[in-house]
């Protein structure tokens, strides 16, 4: 099952491991990709997959990502000396007692959740060695979940956030660093509470706001009926992100709830403005501000990626 | 520069033209692709664009799209006996008036505009013989505008909405009808003005509510600074549809004025439902809405095309 040397002659690695061990938490899209990317720059010897699910880590030991498997989650992560928790954001919080009490002292620890300032709370509250986590997101993904999904140029030319704190090692901080600028992202460091509100902004905003366009056409279908079936490719793009994992979003919402809640209000209010503007008949102010939407918006086609 | 026959040996075409003389007026992406389409299936022995940019019909003319150009609209309009406007939807209404102290008393008028309440009104009002205008909505389009961007199956396998009233002629209708149906349309008969209610929330509320998506994470930056850049994947899809001509949708919001007031209502009740949720920490009401929306999504991608 050791698969450690696989990496070994590809070109263009990194010369040294980063890591003797590598436990990745949550064997999905995320933790599966990262282990690739890992794994295919030679930055770690070897790698142990830890879940739930004994098929999905099994597909994952099939697929090559990972060298080990463990459902004994006491062995998994005493041996690692680098921890990556991969699953979704509240199981993030939910595990990290239990990798507390299990986790040696100098290993480093660090995740991979799209909210930071609860977990980041519940890691320096819980881990015997605080300065040894360092939370992070790397703003990667693609519409497909699961392990099978997973490939190592999922960071490649992406952004990853990570959030040290002060009592944050700097070591630590290096070194979880250079991990996320091996496998190809630009590193990006933020106070958690930035974080938050920026993802608030730009990522969970526009999902409850896919979500509730959903909901407004499937209420007026119910009430008025075969309305919805007139939609064209336009809504259907753009309520694409409404077919995210629900669980996921709900923690998200619950997690992420304050910073969540500003960045609705704003938007309602940004609503608000088009809708007066529609109401009295304003042309001259709808097309101002179409015309300044569409320059912001290829303004940050340019700079997003 | 007469193609007629151009179209004559192509394969699995209408048997009869319907029309001698086709007359687009603005011959951009949808009146360019009625032309391919048209002339593909055998429809009509000549097609003359008509329009306000002389370059636009000339590279119109070089690229086939059409045999005669005319920025005489006396000539271009009297010749025929099937006139399509084509042009963005204020320009439908404004050269009605025109059209009519132009046209021949038995020749078919059509349009393609995506509100059709205040069209319909001004055709009747204004065509020496209202019963041989029959409004119509394709609704096909893509991120491309221009007669460049035209092409003969933009319409195939689309959805293409008629609008009779009680004054329009059947035989009219029933030859409209036939033209959309020729070039691969489904079509479907609506009164004026569940048109544009279908069409204020299936197509104009998401438009405004991209655009005010957009509006709201570019104040947040303005305010805040740097916080655009990291907008991810769903956010861009998400918003392309606030790339849009400006004019367009300026002159939507004011023609379908009420319908898109009522969606926005609606649309701004069920996101004051999904922020009292998040409000109160719902989780299980959180879940069982994103799990109703993304079921309702996948519903709309089977029955949408």
Same mark, same amino acid.
């Given at each position: 099952?050791?698969?450690?040397?696989?990496?070994?002659?590809?070109?263009?690695?990194? +010369?040294?491991?980063?890591?003797?061990? /590598? +436990?990745?938490?949550?064997?999905? =899209?995320? %933790?599966?990709? /990262?282990?690739?990317?890992?794994?295919?720059?030679?930055?770690?010897?070897?790698?142990?997959?830890?879940?739930?699910?004994?098929?999905?880590?099994?597909?994952?030991?099939?697929?090559?990502?990972?060298?080990?498997? $463990?459902?004994?989650?006491?062995?998994?992560?005493?041996?690692?000396?680098?921890?990556?928790?991969?699953?979704p954001v509240h199981g993030i919080v939910h595990?990290?007692?239990?990798?507390?009490?299990?986790?040696?002292? $100098?290993? =480093?620890?660090? &995740?991979?959740g799209s909210v930071k300032g609860s977990i980041v709370r519940e +890691?320096?509250?819980?881990?015997?060695?605080?300065?040894?986590?360092? %939370? %992070?997101?790397?703003?990667?993904?693609? $519409?497909?979940?699961?392990?099978?999904?997973?490939?190592?140029?999922?960071?490649?030319?992406?952004?990853?956030?990570?959030?040290?704190?002060?009592?944050?090692?700097?070591?630590?901080?290096?070194?979880?660093?250079?991990?996320?600028?091996?496998?190809?992202?630009?590193?990006?460091?933020?106070?958690t509470?930035?974080h938050d509100?920026?993802m608030g902004?730009?990522?969970h905003?526009?999902?409850?706001?896919?979500?509730?366009?959903?909901?407004?056409?499937?209420?007026?279908?119910?009430? @008025?009926?075969?309305?919805?079936?007139?939609?064209?490719?336009?809504?259907?793009?753009?309520?694409?992100?409404?077919?995210?994992?629900?669980e996921m979003w709900r923690d998200i919402c619950l997690m992420n709830r304050e910073a969540l809640?500003?960045?609705? @209000?704003?938007?309602?209010?940004?609503?608000?403005?088009?809708?007066?503007?529609?109401?009295?008949? &304003?042309?001259?102010?709808? $097309?101002?501000?179409?015309?300044?939407?569409?320059?912001?918006?290829?303004?940050? =086609?340019?700079?997003?990626?």
């Amino acid at each position: 099952m050791n698969r450690s040397n696989l990496g070994k002659g590809l070109p263009e690695q990194a +010369a040294k491991p980063l890591f003797q061990t /590598l +436990a990745v938490v949550g064997v999905g =899209l995320i %933790g599966g990709s /990262l282990a690739r990317a890992a794994r295919e720059r030679g930055l770690v010897s070897r790698i142990i997959g830890i879940g739930r699910g004994r098929e999905n880590l099994r597909r994952a030991l099939d697929l090559g990502v990972i060298d080990v498997m $463990e459902t004994d989650w006491d062995r998994g992560i005493r041996d690692a000396d680098m921890i990556v928790l991969a699953t979704p954001v509240h199981g993030i919080v939910h595990l990290l007692p239990k990798i507390a009490s299990l986790c040696g002292r $100098e290993a =480093l620890v660090t &995740d991979v959740g799209s909210v930071k300032g609860s977990i980041v709370r519940e +890691a320096e509250r819980t881990l015997p060695n605080p300065g040894r986590f360092v %939370g %992070g997101h790397p703003i990667a993904g693609t $519409e497909h979940s699961g392990v099978e999904a997973s490939f190592a140029s999922l960071f490649a030319d992406r952004k990853t956030i990570l959030t040290p704190t002060e009592r944050t090692d700097p070591e630590a901080l290096e070194t979880i660093r250079k991990l996320w600028e091996a496998v190809g992202s630009t590193v990006v460091l933020m106070d958690t509470e930035r974080h938050d509100r920026v993802m608030g902004f730009v990522s969970h905003l526009p999902h409850i706001v896919a979500y509730a366009l959903v909901h407004t056409v499937y209420s007026a279908d119910q009430r @008025e009926g075969n309305l919805a079936r007139f939609s064209a490719g336009g809504f259907l793009d753009f309520t694409r992100i409404a077919s995210s994992h629900p669980e996921m979003w709900r923690d998200i919402c619950l997690m992420n709830r304050e910073a969540l809640l500003e960045a609705v @209000e704003s938007f309602a209010h940004s609503l608000d403005k088009f809708k007066e503007m529609i109401s009295r008949g &304003d042309g001259p102010g709808l $097309e101002d501000h179409f015309t300044q939407c569409r320059r912001t918006r290829a303004d940050l =086609l340019k700079t997003a990626r």
